[in-house]
């Protein structure tokens, strides 16, 4: 059930928020579309997006004083007869704006799971997001929706290592999301930092010195621990050799065991998600 409802819902999207142009959607919409005050419908407080440009509010606005509201909003009706907001806010806040008393709308009957899935796709599809509502938007759907990240990739219409890459912006701290929520660092620059000692300092840094991405790759790099020259290691003995040539047949990806007096470590290499899931089937498999 839960996979139909991701396909549908990723898949018929378009018709869920009145863009599909099939003879049947458009009947659908002429029956649901009708002219609203706009003080009865109301923001959704599942929203990702949560920042709006002024100026790109008052262009907005302007336009549609001009030529009206092209676009209708979705809204869902509420338990005290009034409406929220399924896709539209923006469209919504310039028409208040532009000083509109009613709007034309789409009105879905949608529980409150699928209204914040179509909203989190719907954002991420056509708006604007920055780095960060887009990842916590991914953040969202993965942990309340169950998706995978291929699954989410298919449906909001990107790639799976964007998808990772932009997760990743999560595990950085709040001084660095915030540079990034104030458009002060790129999610590019951010990106550098995931693995970082001090993200903070060297966000700092970057901003300061007005590095370009791949200038703070290797700025970043520079700065890094493991960059700085090791300690040779002593000669594995055949034993260990023996046991990591084994391990890594068996698992079909590159192993490497560390083992010393107190204990050790085995790192097994892989380069693509799917080979982690792998690895990660076989260890829970073992189980």
């Not at 509010?57 to 336009?63: G, M, R, T, V």
């Not at 708006?127 to 990240?149: C, H, I, V």
């Not at 001090?198 to 840094?205: I, R």
Request: proline letters at 4%.
């Amino acid at each position: 059930m839960m996979q139909a409802q991701k396909k549908r819902l990723g898949r018929g999207l378009a018709a869920l928020i009145g863009d599909d142009t099939s003879e049947a959607a458009v009947v659908q919409d002429i029956r649901s579309l009708r002219h609203m005050p706009i003080d009865l419908i109301h923001a959704s407080p599942n929203n990702p997006r949560k920042h709006f440009v002024d100026a790109d509010l008052d262009d907005l606005a302007n336009s549609i004083r001009v030529k009206g509201l092209l676009q209708p909003i979705v809204v869902r009706p509420r338990a005290d007869g009034e409406y929220e907001i399924v896709a539209g806010e923006r469209r919504w806040r310039a028409s208040q704006r532009a000083g509109i008393h009613e709007v034309p709308v789409l009105i879905r009957e949608l529980n409150d799971g699928e209204a914040l899935e179509i909203a989190l796709i719907e954002n991420i599809q056509r708006s604007d997001l920055n780095p960060l509502e887009e990842a916590r938007a991914y953040g969202l759907l993965l942990e309340q929706f169950s998706y995978t990240q291929q699954q989410l990739a298919d449906s909001v219409g990107k790639s799976r290592s964007h998808i990772a890459n932009t997760l990743r912006l999560l595990t950085l701290p709040d001084t660095v999301r915030s540079l990034i929520e104030d458009g002060k660092l790129t999610a590019g620059h951010a990106r550098t930092l995931v693995a970082a000692d001090s993200p903070a300092e060297l966000a700092d840094q970057i901003i300061k010195l007005g590095l370009s991405v791949r200038e703070a790759e290797n700025f970043v790099r520079d700065a890094s621990p493991s960059s700085r020259p090791r300690k040779a290691r002593p000669e594995k003995d055949a034993d260990t050799k023996a046991l990591e040539l084994s391990v890594t047949q068996a698992l079909g990806l590159k192993v490497l065991v560390d083992h010393g007096t107190s204990g050790g470590t085995v790192t097994i290499s892989y380069k693509t998600l799917e080979q982690l899931e792998e690895i990660c089937r076989k260890l829970q498999a073992s189980r």
